[in-house]
């Protein structure tokens, strides 16, 4: 990471991100200020970085390097980083811990902004717990644990942040963070901090209204219930216990699972690793990615991957599905293109 020669960025056209839930427009024959670096520093007081490589910032270990790269400790520095950022028409992408991303072979041309705002703390005497965006699922977890709130158990071993989990409504066991949000405080399009309930968010599977709209989730507020600590222990090592037999293990570079479980025409939700296992995804590879031995639906870099490979070979596995089922599978997993080329 270097603080090297900064390029002035033009874009020619508007490019709207073709891959589901990226959510990225750039900007329209706009000339990105050529001092925004500067700029940055004056109204974030950070350094920004500059050619960052992404791969150490994705679970998946793939991506290019990003133009501009900033790591917002605070909240009040992760508004004026992304009030800024706008109003320099600088293409731009929050992320939390990377968990659920592909990031290009090309990196990223403008600012990834990670947030690493952390802090949690529970209401005074109510059973509810609130959550900078950027704390990690696992903190908050323990600290429930601690406090004796009961409730998010079924998301122990889900990796990542608040942010990333409540923007695509992360879940396991039949549950989702969204059942436990009561509140939250988003930064919108206009830059104004809001506060917003449950509804807002329109939770369904694996998805939240964060995915269609500009907004950032700055904090959560989650409604949970009194419980012993002893109780809600138990059901953390029980949770972990059953992913541990399904998952790969921490060390392995992926992104989750990759597909969505599909909706078939009769209404009934069922594993994509159904459909993967059925067209023999386990034995396919792509270059360095291949197909997790314990889990068809699980697509892992085993061998310095692209994401090219990732791309392609995810591909192969919806084209089978389709031909065999005529089900059409849904990426879960995010891929971040790297934007129009620099001139
Ligand atoms: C081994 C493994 C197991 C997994 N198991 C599960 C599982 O059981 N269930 C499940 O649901 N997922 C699972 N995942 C996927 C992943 O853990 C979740 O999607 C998680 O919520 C991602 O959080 P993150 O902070 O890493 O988000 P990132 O991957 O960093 O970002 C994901 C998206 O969230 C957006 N985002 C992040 N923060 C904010 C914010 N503050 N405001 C607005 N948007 C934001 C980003 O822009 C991006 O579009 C698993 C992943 C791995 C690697």
Do not use: W
Request: aromatic content about 12%; charged content about 25%.
């Amino acid at each position: 990471m270097s603080n090297v020669e900064m390029r002035p960025l033009l874009y020619n056209a508007i490019y709207y991100c073709s891959f589901l839930d990226c959510n990225i427009k750039y900007p329209q024959m706009s000339r990105v200020k050529e001092n925004y670096p500067e700029d940055f520093l004056e109204n974030v007081k950070k350094t920004l970085l500059t050619s960052v490589p992404l791969r150490g910032y994705s679970n998946f270990k793939i991506g290019g390097t990003a133009d501009y790269f900033f790591e917002a400790a605070f909240n009040q520095e992760l508004v004026d980083a992304i009030i800024c950022v706008r109003e320099a028409s600088v293409p731009y992408y929050i992320i939390g811990g990377g968990y659920n991303l592909l990031f290009d072979d090309n990196g990223f041309r403008g600012l990834i902004i990670k947030n690493g705002v952390k802090g949690i703390r529970k209401k005074e005497g109510i059973p509810e717990v609130e959550a900078f965006a950027g704390a990690s699922l696992g903190d908050l977890l323990r600290f429930c644990e601690e406090h004796g709130l009961g409730g998010l158990e079924f998301a122990a071993g889900i990796p990542g942040t608040v942010g990333g989990a409540v923007f695509g409504n992360a879940g396991a066991f039949e549950q989702s963070i969204g059942d436990f949000l009561k509140e939250a405080l988003l930064l919108d399009a206009k830059g104004r901090q809001v506060q917003v309930g449950r509804d807002y968010f329109e939770f369904k599977y694996r998805h939240s209204f964060l995915k269609e709209k500009h907004d950032v989730l700055l904090s959560a507020v989650f409604e949970l219930r009194e419980e012993e600590g002893k109780t809600i222990k138990a059901l953390i090592d029980g949770n972990l216990e059953k992913r541990e037999k399904k998952h790969p293990p921490h060390d392995l570079p992926c992104a989750g699972s990759y597909f969505k479980n599909p909706v078939l025409s009769s209404g009934e939700r069922v594993p994509a690793a159904y459909f993967l296992e059925k067209i023999g995804a386990k034995k396919l590879k792509v270059g360095g990615a291949a197909v997790y031995s314990g889990h068809s639906n699980f697509i892992i870099n085993q061998e310095n991957a692209s994401a090219q490979d990732v791309v392609q070979l995810a591909q192969e596995l919806k084209r089978r599905v389709k031909e065999m089922f005529d089900v059409e599978l849904e990426e879960e997993v995010i891929f971040l293109p790297a934007g129009p080329s620099t001139p």
